[in-house]
Structures are given as structure tokens and as C-alpha cells.
């Protein structure tokens, strides 16, 4: 019952627990590999901007696996990244879809200007 209720007010705590365990994973990771997956990761948070959380921790739980794998098979990072790191995060989100701060935003612009030529009234 009462989880419940904590979870009405602060969110999933299965996706709460899922993260930090991303996080232990990413920081788990030997150099060069924690240091790049700690950049993509703020990037992701940033150009992703996914809202959904279990899109969010499916996509993460990814790209640790994506980097593990790549630290136990020895793969260097810029291999694995390729020459564009911004294209590679970018193709890497875009694959998870879900709903992004931005489609909220565009909705809200959307509304706002439907709003304003109502007041306007016809010419």
C-alpha cells in the first residue's frame, strides 16, 4: 500500500533501481570506457530527452551492455564509437523512440498559437 503511494508521488521504484544500477555499471567500467559512457550519457540526457521511464532505463541497460561487451572484447572506444561521437549517440537514442521532452514542448507551441488565432477571431 504504501509504496503505492510513494510511487504516485515520485515515480517507478523498479526504474529508480534499474538506473542506479546503470550507474554502478557505468562506473564499474575500466578507462577509457567509463569516461566516454559517462560523456554519451549526459548527452543522451540532453539530446534524448526521453520522458518515458521504461524506455529510458531499456536504453541505458543497452548501452552498458554495448560497453561491457566492448571492455571485455578489448574493442577501443573510438572503434566502437566510430569518427562521429555526436552521430553515434544521436542514431543510438533515436533507435528507442519514445516520448521526448520536445514532443511535450511542440504540443504546448502547438496549442499556444491555435489559442491565439481563436482570440483573434476572423478577419
Same mark, same amino acid.
Given at each position: 500500500?504504501?509504496?503505492?503511494?510513494? !510511487?504516485?508521488?515520485?515515480?517507478?521504484?523498479?526504474?529508480?533501481?534499474?538506473?542506479?544500477?546503470?550507474?554502478?555499471?557505468?562506473?564499474?567500467?575500466?578507462?577509457? *570506457?567509463?569516461?566516454? %559512457?559517462?560523456?554519451? !550519457?549526459? *548527452?543522451?540526457? *540532453? *539530446?534524448?530527452?526521453?520522458?518515458?521511464?521504461?524506455?529510458?532505463? =531499456?536504453?541505458?541497460?543497452?548501452?552498458?551492455?554495448?560497453? !561491457?561487451?566492448?571492455?571485455?572484447? &578489448? =574493442?577501443?572506444?573510438?572503434?566502437?564509437?566510430?569518427?562521429?561521437?555526436?552521430?553515434?549517440? !544521436? #542514431?543510438? #537514442?533515436?533507435?528507442? &523512440?519514445?516520448?521526448?521532452?520536445?514532443?511535450?514542448?511542440?504540443?504546448?507551441? #502547438?496549442? %499556444?498559437?491555435?489559442?491565439?488565432?481563436?482570440?483573434?477571431?476572423?478577419?
Amino acid at each position: 500500500m504504501a509504496a503505492k503511494w510513494i !510511487e504516485a508521488l515520485t515515480g517507478s521504484l523498479e526504474q529508480k533501481k534499474q538506473y542506479r544500477q546503470y550507474k554502478a555499471r557505468i562506473a564499474a567500467l575500466p578507462e577509457p *570506457y567509463a569516461g566516454a %559512457a559517462k560523456a554519451f !550519457e549526459r *548527452y543522451f540526457m *540532453y *539530446y534524448g530527452g526521453i520522458t518515458d521511464g521504461d524506455t529510458l532505463v =531499456t536504453m541505458l541497460g543497452d548501452f552498458a551492455d554495448l560497453f !561491457e561487451r566492448a571492455a571485455v572484447d &578489448g =574493442t577501443p572506444v573510438g572503434e566502437l564509437v566510430g569518427d562521429d561521437p555526436v552521430e553515434f549517440a !544521436e #542514431t543510438f #537514442t533515436q533507435a528507442y &523512440g519514445g516520448t521526448q521532452w520536445i514532443d511535450k514542448e511542440r504540443a504546448r507551441l #502547438t496549442k %499556444a498559437i491555435a489559442d491565439a488565432k481563436r482570440e483573434e477571431g476572423p478577419r
